[in-house]
């Protein structure tokens, strides 16, 4: 395998040369051998061999390297062609078929339908769908966008499209150490191709093609896109009253999903644009595919975890660059943060007005320049991210907006003067805005791969003149597969005005996945002056006022068996000298990770820190797979959700579980729970008080441990949450996903999986006796037994 690079080391080009067994997919089947080639005069496309890489050591040249050889000076390695394992038919690296399958009976898995047609409509680039109307398209270059985003007939958008893609990979071999990529550098929009009806696309969908321009001529790829309608299976919005007028009310979330997959080498990314009937847009990223990886040997385990026999995968970074240009009611528009942040006062319905009290509240902060608005993202100052005219106010006097919220910043670890960035600076900012111009089109170039001495795109630039942005900011920011069929165990709490949603979802990877929502009616009050910091008007004379909802999970591993260990990986910068860079003169920096035990109950105590990013992991230390990694599973949550209050706050007196993102015990029948009936009414002396959980420091190496997790999301009501609360932008997530605990995936015993080969000018297909087509029609809804009994709804 060859490819070209040297953005962050010298204006020379470099090329890496390695060796891979040509199996049905190569990088998870590398030999232990590179070349490292580098340019003699900048341009001049002549190569010296400047490094071998062997077996772990290291060769200044080719020849130095042939004379070690021949004098049996060298350590030589012995590999064998991959095989299957024993009583398989097909190598751990292939898509096929193979360990214990299922389903075990021969029963196709759920579809979607459309019983009455297609209620969207196509023509050309341009789509339409309820009251939504978009163009779409997709660059050679930078990959899928959609334009002119109107809702019903104003425009919300006049682009939204992904930029440019980058990983960073690490390693102690030039083959990973040298591996950084901007895949603008190969070409991301003319990439996307292949999509497989009823696995990446459902049957139902509509499939669209694309045509290229491409060496002179146009080239036509088929199914690069597909569109399809999508019932999410969560209510957009819904609420059940028992009180004293019984009803129930609720809209399914059927959104319109436009979807594209690229296809770079070994990666596939997957990138939804989702159009929600409530006027919301979400742009959702995946990813999947085949790892880089390569020979193992000492000193990797900072770099990553053996895969396969003598084989790493490598830690590394994906990175996706995003621009968003809105219009939100005209060109003229503002950018603004709402920031959260505690109000402390006296008030005369509060001890007499003798002593001050703390709420949440927020103020308005008008980004007036470029510099201003660069947003770097920090748990500890929570904030709503808001675009408007300043000329469109509803009737109750606030601004028109669009909020922008993000589930899915990173941590770049590089500092911002590093080498590793100087042609990708936009990956320094979670949030940049600009004034628009024409010669500011895109954050990168098809060059950054190679022009970090010198880059044709320098983000920064963009910024430094630090223009205005008070009205006129536009924002910037073989085939093998598996349809994700899983089981889900759902029920919905209706707390007087608020339904809250909770799914436990079983996914055929081993995975287990836990979903809040929330919905129902806000709370609210009569308007009076000075309550602008606590709320915006909802309805006349209406406030709708901030509050934060907080979520409390208990979480009781026992990853094979009760005798569990909890540690951390954190991840950081390696700084070192390298013999394959620059003569091991000068240290280079790359990403790693360390292992942290968690000894005691305080040392696990994890308050969240962008800055510092970890994965959360648990195992049992006598139970390690044949490569020698524990057997694990790993605690990934999306929804940490920052408490404003001191943590000596009466407001948190009872409920002191609010403090900590994750905490961990020993666990004791005695400690059954976090919170209690009386936690409403006993703040002064708390029935349970989950510090207690952790004073006494109890040992947490090889104990059975219990974690106690808390999500949530801060709510700031708007007009929008008329009439009740839309379930999109409220949703948080804890995942226990398998981690070095199974041998490989387990799903690649599924059934539900589709295998395409390409014979000559024709295509194979392997659906495991599981039928393609349905022999059933579906199910109509019947609603009798509802209308016979009332108490299925209120009971």
């Known amino acids: 395998m060859l490819q070209r690079t040297n953005s962050a080391y010298s204006e020379h080009t470099i090329i890496l040369i390695y060796l891979v067994y040509k199996t049905d997919f190569p990088t998870v089947n590398t030999l232990d051998m590179v070349f490292l080639m580098n340019e003699t005069h900048v341009g001049n496309e002549e190569f ?13 040249s080719i020849d130095l390297f042939i004379k070690a050889y021949r004098r049996g000076d060298i350590k030589k390695v012995k590999m064998n062609f991959p095989s299957p394992a024993p009583g398989e038919t097909s190598m751990p690296s292939t898509m096929h078929l193979r360990g214990k399958t299922f389903p075990h009976n021969d029963q196709a898995g759920p579809k979607e339908y459309e019983p009455d047609g297609k209620r969207y409509r196509v023509k050309g680039q341009h789509i339409e769908y309820m009251e939504w109307s978009f163009n779409y398209r997709i660059s050679t270059v930078s990959g899928p966008q959609v334009w002119d985003v109107r809702w019903s007939g104003q425009r919300i958008a006049y682009e939204i499209s992904l930029q440019e893609l980058a990983v960073f990979y690490a390693g102690d071999n030039p083959a990973t150490f040298y591996t950084h990529l901007s895949d603008s550098a190969f070409g991301i929009g003319n990439r996307a191709y292949g999509l497989m009806p009823g696995v990446d696309c459902p049957e139902h969908a509509t499939f669209l093609p694309v045509t290229f321009f491409d060496e ?64 919301a847009i979400e742009v ?41 240009d809105l219009d939100i009611n005209g060109q003229a528009n503002r950018y603004e943060t709402l920031d959260l942040t505690l109000d402390k006062r006296k008030w005369p319905w509060y001890k007499s007005g003798q002593e001050t009290f703390q709420q949440l509240s927020f103020s308005h902060t ?46 770049v670890l590089f500092p911002d003067d590093s080498p590793m960035l100087s042609s990708r600076k936009w990956c320094k900012y979670q949030i940049a805005a600009t004034h628009r111009k024409d010669e500011e089109e895109s954050s990168s170039s098809i060059f950054s791969m190679f022009d970090g001495q010198s880059p044709h795109v320098d983000f920064d630039r963009f910024l430094q003149d630090n223009e205005s942005l008070v009205d006129q900011v536009d924002l910037i920011s073989s085939y093998g597969g598996l349809v994700d069929r899983v089981l889900v165990v759902r029920t919905i709490i209706v707390e007087f005005n608020y339904d809250y949603i909770f799914d436990i979802i079983f996914h055929q990877n081993g995975a287990v996945e836990i979903k809040t929502y929330a919905s129902g009616f806000l709370m ?96 049992n230390n006598q139970e390690r797979n044949k490569f020698g990694a524990h057997r694990s599973y790993r605690m990934s949550v999306d929804g940490f959700s920052k408490v404003l209050f001191p943590d000596d706050s009466p407001m948190l007196s009872s409920r002191k579980w609010c403090k900590y993102q994750i905490a961990a015990t020993h666990r004791k029948d005695e400690e059954e729970s976090s919170s209690s009936i ?24 090889d104990q ?46 599924s059934r539900d999986a589709v295998r395409a080969d390409a014979i000559k000018d024709s295509v194979v297909f392997q659906d495991y006796n599981i039928s393609l087509s349905s022999q059933c029609l579906p199910q109509t809804l019947n609603l009798t037994y509802l209308e016979n009994d009332s108490s299925y709804l209120f009971p």
């Open 284 to 324: 959702k990223t995946y990813a999947t595919g085949y790892v880089m990886s390569h020979a193992f040997h000492e000193g990797d385990d900072r770099f990553g975890f053996k895969i396969a026999n003598n084989i790493v995968g490598s830690i590394h970074h994906h990175l996706f660059n995003y621009k968003i």
């Open 48 to 60: 010296i061999c400047e490094s071998v890489f062997y077996g772990g050591q290291h060769f200044p």
């Open 524 to 619: 609210s009050h009569s308007f009076q002056n000075g309550d602008d910091k606590f709320g915006f008007r909802v309805a006349e004379n209406i406030v709708g006022s901030i509050h934060h909802h907080l979520f409390h999970f208990k979480i009781d591993l026992d990853i094979k068996g009760q005798i569990n260990r909890y540690e951390t990986l954190d991840l950081a910068l390696d700084e070192r000298k390298w013999p394959w860079y620059k003569s091991g003169q000068e240290t280079f920096q790359q990403l790693s990770f360390s292992h942290t035990l968690k000894e005691t109950e305080l040392q696990a105590v994890y308050r969240y820190n962008f800055s510092t990013p970890k994965y959360h992991i648990v195992y």
């Open 216 to 279: 002179g001529k146009s080239v036509t790829v088929a199914n690069a896109f597909c569109v399809f309608e999508h019932n999410s299976g969560v209510p957009l919005r819904r609420h059940n009253s028992n009180l004293d007028f019984k009803n129930y009310g609720g809209l399914v979330d059927r959104v319109l999903v436009v979807r594209t997959i690229i296809v770079e080498y070994n990666y596939d990314y997957i990138f939804d644009m989702i159009f929600h009937q409530n006027g």
């Open 678 to 701: 009386f936690s409403m009414f006993d703040g002064q002396s708390p029935h349970v008080d989950f510090d207690r959980f952790l004073q006494d420091n109890e040992s947490l190496v």
């Open 704 to 749: 059975d441990l219990v974690f106690w997790v808390t999500v949530g999301v801060h709510h700031i009501p708007h007009t929008e949450d008329i009439p009740n609360t839309p379930t999109v932008g409220t949703q948080a997530t804890i995942s226990l996903m398998p981690y070095n605990y199974f041998p490989e995936c387990p799903s690649v015993g």
């Open 366 to 411: 008008l980004k007036e320049t470029e510099l201003q608005a660069v947003y770097r993202y920090n748990f500890s100052t929570p904030k709503y991210h808001i675009v408007y005219n300043n000329q469109e106010r509803n009737k109750f006097g606030a601004h028109r907006s669009y909020r922008m919220s993000v589930d899915g910043f990173s941590k």
